[in-house]
Nanobody, 123 residues
Framework: QVQLVESGGGLIQAGGSLSVSCVASGITFSSTGMGWFRQAPGKNREFVAA????????YYGDSVKGRFTISRDYAKNTVYLQMNSLKPEDTAVYYCATGTFVAIRDPSTYKYWGQGTQVTVSS
């Protein structure tokens, strides 16, 4: 049974930094790419970042490029999202996901999802 469990969300002031993590189980972690998405109230789920199974390539949404960094730790079966220079518009529930990794920016191509962790950025 595949499980993705996010943690690390919280309330942070604008301009601050926060790291969220996602522990994966039930998959061969080294064989799958991982992605982060976010969803704000009333909005569609938005691509944030993705990392290939070898960690050789990373991808970012335009709105977070240069501020967020995705990484992974194979020993811990964990993928991280380091978020710097946070803005109020970054407020959302953040989800990690994995799947076929065919179209990394399209949430419909991801089969497995975590429950999400809330990130709230105050102005």
């Amino acid at each position: 049974q595949v499980q993705l469990v996010e943690s690390g969300g919280g309330l942070i002031q604008a301009g601050g930094s926060l790291s969220v993590s996602c522990v994966a189980s039930g998959i061969t972690f080294s064989s799958t790419g991982m992605g982060w998405f976010r969803q704000a109230p009333g909005k569609n789920r938005e691509f944030v970042a993705a990392i290939t199974r070898s960690a050789g390539n990373t991808y970012y949404g335009d709105s977070v490029k240069g501020r967020f960094t995705i990484s992974r730790d194979y020993a811990k079966n964990t993928v991280y999202l380091q978020m710097n220079s946070l803005k109020p518009e970054d407020t959302a529930v953040y989800y990690c996901a994995t799947g076929t990794f065919v179209a990394i920016r399209d949430p419909s191509t991801y089969k497995y999802w975590g429950q999400g962790t809330q990130v709230t950025v105050s102005s």
